[in-house]
């Protein structure tokens, strides 16, 4: 019977975990790049996979248009590399901009990082920023010059299951896997919305309300039985 209260509260405890990840995913439904987190059920129905499975899950979102030549989204795989003060940090959001100092950066100020090191146009005069073209291979061309390519990563499962509270992953010392140009485009001009699905996540909030419900009452069930087994005893 204490076996049984204890399986019951451990229900519970995950149900509650999973409604955790639920509200972090609706709460970035609208959120550039960001991949929603799979939860505690969806994770066991794929361990006979034999491939590491991420929580993470990777499924590309929809891609829109902004017509901003600094708006960039991936098609494929790969994340985009930020250069912060804790290191290497990996992200889906393109929407980059100009620095007063001219170089290429996100919109905490972090710095985008191309193959050649971080993207400064410093050098170059820029009388109107349509004038900059970013090729499906992502190269950064500005007239007749080849400024730089972006460089776009690949990172192992492990280190998706390693994401900051914002929308990043985890900073590294070191940069992962650079993908080579044909593993991806680059479509400037347009983001990539979140892949999160609300019809799916409010589906799997009311499952896992009704499995909470059920490991409840069995806690209940069975600590009202304890007790009566208890007052039994002492008769």
Known sequence: ???????SARGMQSANKN???????????????F??????????????????KSSVDLYQGEVFKTSNPLDLAISGEGEFVLK???????????????????FLVNETGHKV?????????????????????ITRQGEIKLGESSI???????????????????????????????????????????????????????ENMITISKDYETSYKMVTYLDHSLEKSNEIGRV
């Open 113 to 133: 990082m191309g193959k050649k090191g971080e993207i400064n146009l410093s050098d170059y005069i820029l009388e109107d920023q349509n004038s900059i073209l």
């Open 84 to 102: 912060t003060e804790n290191g290497y940090e990996y992200s889906r959001n393109g929407k980059f901009k100009i620095s007063d100092d001219g």
């Open 148 to 202: 730089d390519e972006i460089m776009i990563v690949k990172i192992s499962p492990e280190e998706y299951d390693k994401r900051k509270l914002g929308l990043n992953f985890n900073p590294t010392e070191s940069v992962e896997t650079i993908l080579d140009s044909n593993e991806y485009q680059i479509l400037q001009g347009y983001l990539e919305e979140s892949n999160v699905n609300p019809i799916q996540e409010m």
């Open 1 to 7: 019977m204490i076996k049984g209260i204890f399986q």
């Open 19 to 33: 409604m955790e990840i639920i509200a972090n995913n609706l709460a970035n439904l609208n959120t550039i790049g």
């Open 35 to 52: 991949k929603r987190e799979g939860t505690f059920s969806e994770i066991l129905s794929s361990v006979s996979e034999p491939k590491i």
